[in-house]
């Protein structure tokens, strides 16, 4: 069921020949782009499980650090603090940094720097984080998998991969498996594009959270608890905005919420597809959505999301806003939620073999904010919203599209430097 490629192979490649490494000047002060052709070092390893810790410490800005084929098993997280690294494997199934047997550090691969690639490797069964790069600017990850081979399971590490407060990034072509919180999660950051990525069996596939300006596109979301999320939560100084989610496949996300009790994400009802809570400026088009038996979208404020206990700053504002639906193809969900309360619902509106409509809205608003500049707009055929009545403990839940039916104006595509697209 899990996929599993690597998990009992017990072997170390090791290669004779050591190859001499070419070291170059590049001034830290203006670090280049992620590139290989911009590269000032070049370094086949020979083990990586006794080397390259090592590696990262003598690091250079420019330096390419290449790892052979093999499954390579480490005790302590990996660290890297040097700007301009690319760090490069034989393949996201070839090259396998397994962390099963950590005893120490938060993350298998933890990365304080700018102008980092990280491309074709694999990392598996870390105590924490799998990869997580923190405070960075121009950041490309390509061809990664994470994963946590014994499948879901509550004590697996929260993050698969972990890019925060960063700038510029990309995450493309890799996959996600088992993170306890969210397989390919994005936060507190600006101008990210995540696509063509696989997230199956997560609690949260994707999630983009607290971060201003997100394109997530031709990415499968499938067997997760949720699908992709948009969320702000309420404690952090960013508040995000403006995500294009369009083109991507989030079908069958049913698999039972493992999240760790108190956890943000431990609230997703099994069944959810997309997710917006909180968070202004969404547009969701294009995509396949479907199977998903809680909803294919919610759409829900703070006093809703399940962790109103969180701290909330003055200055946070709790209501989506100017969401934009539209263009997408849905297939039957909503005909068993996740949560008792809501399969109840759905029971008294529908029937016992009746289901939600494809969008599934918590109700709450802004008390001073009624026009259609901040509404829910729905322009996607026979598309319906379930308003569930939230702040009136669902006194008078309603499917009315008077609310709904409108258009915004369609937000810009992110752009990153050329350089991050560029192979």
Known sequence: MYQIPFGSRKHYLIISMTLATVLAACSPDTPATPDATTASSSDVMTDPSAELQLRFLEATPGDVITLPAGVFNFERSLTLNVDNVTLRGAGMDE?????????????????????????????????????KIARGDNIVIRRVRTEWTNGPDTNNGAYGIYPVQTQHTLIEDSVAIAASDAGIYVGQSQNVIVRGNRAEYNVAGIEIENTIGADVYDNDAVNNTGGIL???????????????????????????????????????????????????????????????????????????????????????????????????????????????????????????????????????????????????????????????????????????????????????????PAGLTAE
């Open 95 to 131: 090259t396998i940094l397994s962390f099963k047997d950590q005893i120490t550090g938060g993350e298998g691969l933890l990365v304080n720097a700018s102008n980092f690639t990280i491309e074709d490797i694999g990392i598996e069964d870390s105590r924490g984080d799998a990869l």
């Open 230 to 416: 948009i969320f702000n939560m309420p404690n952090l100084p960013v508040e995000g905005h403006t995500t294009r989610v369009y083109n991507n496949r989030v079908h069958q996300n049913n698999t039972d919420n493992f999240a760790p009790p108190g956890t943000a994400v431990a609230s997703v009802p099994a069944g959810s597809g997309i997710i917006i809570n909180s968070n202004d400026k969404v547009e969701i088009f294009d995509n396949d959505i479907g199977h998903n038996k809680t909803a294919n979208v919610l759409i829900s404020s703070y006093f809703s999301a399940g962790y109103s206990e969180r701290e909330m700053a003055e200055a946070f504002d709790p209501y989506p806003e100017t969401i934009y639906i539209y263009n997408n193809t849905f297939t039957e969900g909503g005909n068993a939620p996740g949560r008792a309360e809501l399969d109840m619902l759905r029971q008294a509106l529908f029937g016992d073999e009746g289901s939600f409509p494809d969008v599934v809205w918590d109700g709450v608003t802004h008390p001073e904010r009624n026009d259609m500049t901040y509404a829910i707009c729905v322009d996607n055929g026979d598309t319906s919203v379930l308003n569930i009545d939230a702040a009136n403990n669902n006194t008078n839940p309603r499917v009315d599209m008077s609310a709904h039916t409108c258009q915004h104006s369609k937000l810009a595509a992110v752009t990153l």
